[in-house]
């Protein structure tokens, strides 16, 4: 796949809204704006919003807010295709009048009975071309009472053929391909009929998309060859399976890519993340948003199909939040504080998210984590005091807490060099003494390093709760 001398490049994402941005579309958005980035071209946006159900205003804000939190800017759009129903009816009308298309009275069940009739034969299923008019060919009457719809008068002789740039060489036999119906009986054009015309109009170059999307492309290139327009250089990259092999699909976790945004993933890792499903640049694995523009070459597009994995994603998504600083995290962090309950301004947020981060693969992971300074303290249940807090824990928390208050400063390597020297004093390994000070200061077993925590809690807060469980 390469930009031609003769044609600016010019790519598109024309998502259906369906009410969320898929992973899938994502990822073809995705390549099909480092193309354009790539050779300095143009990258459309194009809302295919034909479908009255189910394109509603929430539903395409939903592809825009994706488009956005990946920070996939267009050139060009959001166009929508329900703004440009005049300009298809005035195609239609044109190739009416030239005899490139031309209308059809055959019922729904006549086309069915049509289909059935190839079956039995072990022919392919297909409308028979009964109102195709043809040279000699006598027409039937038109019936008064049904609306016709309007086929396209596809060639039936040779093949079509392209360079497919994911794929290779691909070809149809045109007797393969019946005469697809471009206009319904109210005369709203059809999908396949509406992305000619847009391709047309706009000028696309390139056209990256899934590979379910093959059996239309003989189609769209001879509708685009009869209307004297040169087709696009098309691009099938083959779909997203889940861990299990199958079609990815909401069993097998979020697809919607807002829904990651709402999990604590940062674009930045879901780009490097989606990059990477179906594409490769040597053994690099971790990569920026502008190396993978550099490095954009869709010769290096596979033709497997790419199989989704968490895990993977989660340690991509842990090596993006430890490149940001404490300050940014903090910052990302907050609100998802306080969507817990807590109160960021209770700690020192920057010094809690450089604790944190090392232990921690989301934004939600590091929200949990902070609750520890900024939540509510919730102390310990019965069952776990029982299980640590015996008499010998009791014995050397009483050490801490005296020794604690004699302390000069509040600090991380003050309160370490105590918790040493008791354990020194007493003979005793280190998870004696810090296993017994997490559970009464925090109420867990387990957290991050203990004079890390301490430090972070305060000097009032930790003696408070010392002497708390102490009595």
Known sequence: MTATASRPVRTRFAPSPTGYLHLGGARTALFSWAFARHYGGSFVLRIEDTDLERSTPEAVQAILDGMQWLDLSADEGPYYQMQRMSRYREVIADMLAKGTAYYCYST????????????????????????????????????????????????????????????????????????????RPDGTPTYNFCVVVDDWDMQISHVIRGDDHVNNTPRQINILRALGAEPPCYGHVPMILGPDGEKLSKRHGAVSVMEYDRLGYLPEAMINYLARLGWSHGNDELFTREQFVSWFD????????????????????????????????????????????????????????????????????????ALLFCGPYTPADTALRTEVLDETALGLLRQFHTQAQALPGWTEAGLDNLIKSILKTEGVKMPKLAIPLRVAVTGQKHTPSISAVLSLLGRNAVLQRLADTLA
């Open 108 to 183: 729904p069940a006549e086309v069915e009975a049509m289909r059935e009739k190839a079956r039995a034969i072990g022919a392919k299923p297909r409308y028979d071309g009964t109102w195709r008019p043809e040279p000699g060919k006598t027409l039937p009457p038109v019936p008064d009472s049904i609306q016709p719809v309007v086929r396209f008068r596809s060639p039936q002789i040779g093949v079509t053929a392209w360079d497919d740039l994911v794929k290779g060489p691909i070809s149809f036999d045109n007797q393969e391909l019946d005469d697809l119906v471009i206009a």
């Open 298 to 369: 869709p010769a290096h597009l596979s033709r497997s199909a790419a199989q989704w994995d968490p895990k993977k994603l989660n340690w991509v998504n842990a090596h993006a939040l430890r490149q940001l600083s404490p300050q940014d995290l903090a910052e990302r962090v907050a609100p998802r504080i306080q969507r817990r309950g807590g109160s960021p301004g209770n700690a020192d947020l920057v010094a809690v998210m450089e604790l944190l981060r090392e232990r921690s693969e989301t934004l939600e992971d590091l929200a949990e984590g």
